[in-house]
């Protein structure tokens, strides 16, 4: 069974920092995408940084480039999100994904297949 494990949040001012990571187990494919979701409250699900396991293929939501860098340690099995200067816009449930097929930043969150528990990140003012 395929686990995805995310870790980091937190409560931060504007203009802080923080990492979250997502630690992945047992994902039956050589290669396969992972990426960022992110959930404010009463939003849908979009998409904030994605890449695929080779480290290829980065992408970002406009409104985080700059901002966010997505990484991984294919050693671990983990991978993280950066996220320098925070505003409080940033504000939600931030789940971890992965998927055996290509997707961006712009792809349904309905059409990937394994997901994490998610993790708060709060923004304050």
């Known amino acids: 069974q395929v686990t995805l494990v995310e870790s980091g949040g937190g409560s931060v001012q504007a203009g802080g920092s923080l990492k979250l990571s997502c630690s992945a187990s047992k994902i039956p494919h050589v290669r396969y995408y992972w990426g960022w979701f992110r959930q404010a409250p009463g939003k849908e699900r979009e998409g904030i940084a994605s890449m695929s396991s080779e480290a290829l293929n980065k992408g970002y939501r406009d409104s985080v480039q700059g901002r966010f860098t997505i990484s991984q340690d294919n050693a671990k099995n983990t991978l993280y999100l950066q996220m320098d200067n925070l505003k409080p816009e940033d504000t939600g449930v931030y789940y971890c994904?992965?998927?055996?097929?290509?997707?961006?930043?712009?792809?349904?969150?309905?059409?990937?297949?394994?997901w994490g528990q998610g993790t708060q990140v709060t923004v304050s003012a």
């Open positions: 994904a992965a998927d055996p097929w290509p997707f961006s930043v712009n792809a349904k969150a309905t059409s990937l297949q394994y």
